[in-house]
């Protein structure tokens, strides 16, 4: 199996780095310093035992350069975030894509791009830290990448074989994962995993960016106000005919309870430090499949407004 990663940093890099480092066949798209890393060093990896490793992998400008140094092209991996320039979807035609963004709306969006027929939704789980170019370390925690289909395996639904084909992929790329020795697991009903990251990742990641505080303060000063955010999350995911389990919000925050408190998102550091961030892509999308469900989401719509302003005064406090 030849596989495509757009992009080498935290997750792109650090999954495909193992992969590389098992022997399989894996090339990355990339551009600037970190494509002249990966051309003259390679990946470095670092585990959460500090041990290095420098895997010398494939590279390339795009993926008609990558297809020709790989000899073919069965799965594009897009680890990348949903950032204001970014380029969110690969420029490949007739490729099965998976999408590992922390965004609930991306995948529909790459399904009205190429098809849903041909798009395999990821669900990413690692606390991983992109320290350089080309370099990254993996932290304490799990290592994972779920994957399934529009389809479900469903022979008889939209797409027909070529859903089935997807589904042939996204299962033979579970299986490499677990060569390599990553997590995770093809699941018959996908959506329900990427609502189910989503009901953590965006909700503690948007009020922790509200109230500049980590995982510990929310989940013990503002634990009603994250458990609203969470219910909301919950009516909109219900509102698009996702089936998440009666359980789901007092599961999360048991899952929130047993992290360490100093635990912030990589959305929360990037708006605390004035970078680009996924605020549209996370929050602004709970917001939209909101509306486009009709369900109502006063929260979130309080939230974004909120961080909005901050961002959009960061500027003039900066240049005082």
Partial sequence: MKIGFLGAGAVGGYF??????????????????????????????IDPEDNTSTIPVTSAENFSELREKLGGLDVVIVATKALPGNETFPDVEGVPVVTTHNSVEIPYLAAENFGQDNLIPGVIRGYLTHVGPAKIKLNPGPLSLNVGTFAGGDASAEGGTQAAHAERIARELNERLHAADIGGKYLDDIFVDVWSKALFVTTTGELGALANQPLGYLRTELR????????EVEAVARGNNVALPENIVDKTLGFVDKQIPEATSSMQRDITAGKPNELDAQVGAIRRMGERAGVETPLHDLVYGALQARLAAAPADNED
Avoid at 23 to 40: I, M, P, Y
């Fill in 224 to 231: 009603g106000s994250l458990e609203k955010l969470m219910r």
């Fill in 16 to 45: 495909g780095g193992l992969m590389a480092k098992a022997g399989q066949d894996v090339g990355f798209v990339a551009r600037g310093e970190t494509l002249e890393t990966l051309r003259s060093t390679g990946l470095t990896l």
